[in-house]
């Protein structure tokens, strides 16, 4: 049974960094994509980045290029949100999400998406 459990979120102030966490088990890394997603109050879900394991290749939004940064520790199965110089637009849920399909990150990842974590929420406020 695949689970992915979120944990990091919490309350920062503009400017600050925080690392995400999402706890991954029940299925074999090789052959995913492995991807995190945000939600603000009241928008839609969007995209923050896709990570492909098999080749280590990341797609970062617009948005998170230069501020996010996506990693995985295959030892533990963990894979990781790191954002830098938050803004008050940063404030959503942080949700990981894993795809089956192996190049999904060089498509349209955020239509896919087979397993979510809860999420975790991050508040960014002075």
């Known amino acids: 049974q695949v689970q992915l459990v979120e944990s990091g979120g919490g309350l920062v102030h503009p400017g600050d960094s925080l690392r995400l966490s999402c706890a991954m088990s029940?299925?074999?890394?090789?052959?995913?994509?492995l991807a995190w997603f945000r939600q603000a109050p009241g928008k839609e879900r969007e995209g923050v980045a896709c990570y492909t394991v098999n080749d280590g290749e990341i797609y970062y939004e617009p948005y998170a290029s230069g501020r996010f940064t996506v990693f995985l520790d295959d030892s533990t199965d963990t894979y990781y949100l790191h954002m830098t110089k938050l803004k008050q637009a940063d404030t959503a849920t942080y949700y990981c999400a894993v795809d089956v399909r192996p190049w999904v990150c060089y498509s349209d990842y955020v239509s896919g998406m087979h397993y979510w974590g809860t999420g975790t929420p991050v508040t960014v406020s002075a």
């Open positions: 029940g299925f074999a890394l090789k052959n995913h994509g």
